[in-house]
């Protein structure tokens, strides 16, 4: 039997979730500039105690792809003519914000019990998790590695070529993985 | 040389190490046992200095260690790196250069050694990769990269090297090998495994990590191995129908140990 506290954080994942949709879908719908500020500082004041780690989070993961985006972008619509300004200005907030709440979103709420309605949607968030996870630890223990067997903070160089290295091992794992799961479903009748 | 107090790691909610103590002097053989997931890899880390323990202290050479430290102190972090290697489980991790020659020279040459290259050539030749160094690593098969990684850190004539599972993917003549390797360096050397019989081969004492992420036992390999209810206990005997002769039974063992 299901205690009152289960179902009460199950209900509040669910609620989560709703929020989530309705979040992402809302701010790929709304384009004025100072809506979508609003709606970033309205999820950081929600975001709780740990808005300030939450945030700095948000900025690490969404700021090297910004930078890169808006640097192509602009340097095009400089030699084309094309708007920059609030293109650009559009672009930052929007996916600023949408990193803020996904970001507040995988802390506070559990997909696997928002979902647990649907054993298939479980068992596919199950799925995509392990291989999340997996994939995380296998990047630490690149870093790590990389750490041990450097005197001090490894340079540029150092970095991009364990980086490399690291990226086509993932690259060849993959493939193995593609090429035995093939296998097996050929093995069981299947691809044929 | 080591000196662990009460170290306890715990990671997005999961426990690794539950109060851990342990006192390690220079030149020591130990051998680190325990079931998948007791903490063996992470125990390794913490010596490493690449796992911050939760709560504790750890100190090297009297020095309290930790990344935040090793960070903070450039001068330390050179030595202390310098010193202490470790052997990663997946040792492919730890190749990231485009030939061995220049994998093995890569710490030598980090370190700023006049002789990296000797040092490279006399360890490719100690390890039996002499007749690959333009050959990338990722070429090599599991046991060469193992072997690779190996020398990667041999060349630098660590103080303390720390092995995690040294034995996996190598064939027994390479196995033998590696334990006459371990048995005749002149450094501080613990080594992860759960493999029984190799035990008593890679060192004269046993740290025994339970279940519960606590240290169980510390103290002779040959003791502990003696002990059927210690073994049992760590998780390193199981159970299920076999035959002797003509007889169906079952009984606590150990398949690589009897």
Same mark, same amino acid.
């Given at each position: 039997m299901e205690s009152r506290g289960w179902s009460r954080r199950r209900l509040g994942d669910r609620l989560g979730l709703v929020v989530y949709g309705g979040g992402v879908v809302g701010v790929t719908l709304v384009h004025d500039p100072v809506w979508l500020t609003a709606a970033g500082v309205g999820v950081w004041l929600g975001a709780g105690k740990e808005r300030g780690r939450l945030l700095r989070r948000a900025l690490r993961l969404a700021l090297p792809w910004l930078v890169v985006v808006s640097v192509g972008y602009g340097m095009v619509a400089f030699w084309s003519g094309l708007p920059v300004g609030e293109v650009l200005l559009r672009l930052n907030l929007r996916v600023g914000v949408l990193v803020l709440l996904t970001v507040v979103f995988a802390t506070r709420v559990s997909l696997l019990r928002a979902v647990d309605f649907s054993p298939t949607l479980v068992w596919l968030f199950t799925m995509v998790m392990s291989q999340m996870v997996l994939w995380q630890r296998l990047y630490e223990e690149f870093r790590l590695a990389l750490v041990s067997r450097?005197?001090? $903070?490894?340079?540029l160089r150092t970095v991009l070529q364990a980086s490399a290295n690291a990226i086509a091992w993932f690259a060849d794992q993959a493939l193995a993985t593609a090429r035995n799961q093939a296998q097996a479903l050929r093995a069981r009748g299947l691809l044929e | 040389m080591i000196e662990l107090t009460g170290v306890s790691h715990c990671f997005r909610g999961q426990t /690794? +190490?539950?109060g851990v103590d342990l006192r390690v002097r220079e030149g020591e053989k130990v051998v680190l046992l325990g079931v998948n997931g007791a903490g063996k890899s992470t125990l390794l880390k913490v010596l490493a200095g690449l796992v911050a323990p939760s709560s504790g202290e750890y100190r090297y050479e009297g020095e309290v260690i930790t990344p935040e430290r090793l960070r903070r102190d450039r001068a330390f972090a050179r030595r202390f790196r310098g010193e202490v290697g470790l052997l990663f489980?997946? /040792? $492919?991790?730890?190749l990231f250069n485009p030939t061995v020659f220049d994998e093995i020279a890569f710490g030598p040459r980090q370190w700023g050694f006049a002789d990296a290259e000797e040092r490279a050539y006399q360890w490719a030749e100690r390890v039996g990769l002499r007749e690959m160094?333009?050959? @990338?690593?990722?070429? +090599?098969?599991g046991g060469e990269r193992q072997r690779l990684a190996l020398a990667c850190l041999l060349v630098l004539g660590p103080r303390l090297l720390l092995l995690d $599972? @040294?034995?996996?993917? +190598?064939d027994p003549p390479a196995t033998g090998w590696l334990v006459e390797l371990i048995a005749d360096l002149p450094a501080t050397v613990i080594s992860s495994t759960h493999r029984l019989s190799l035990a008593a081969e890679l060192g004269e004492r046993a740290v025994v990590l339970g279940r519960d992420h606590r240290l169980i036992y510390d103290g002779p390999v040959e003791e502990f191995l003696e002990n059927r209810d210690q073994m049992a206990t760590a998780g390193l005997l199981h159970c299920h129908r076999h035959r002797h002769g003509e007889v169906l039974h079952r009984h606590l063992h150990g398949h690589d140990w009897e």
């Open positions: 450097s005197p001090g $903070e490894p340079d | /690794a +190490l539950v489980q997946n /040792a $492919e991790v730890m160094m333009d050959r @990338p690593p990722f070429s +090599l098969s $599972e @040294p034995t996996r993917g +190598l």
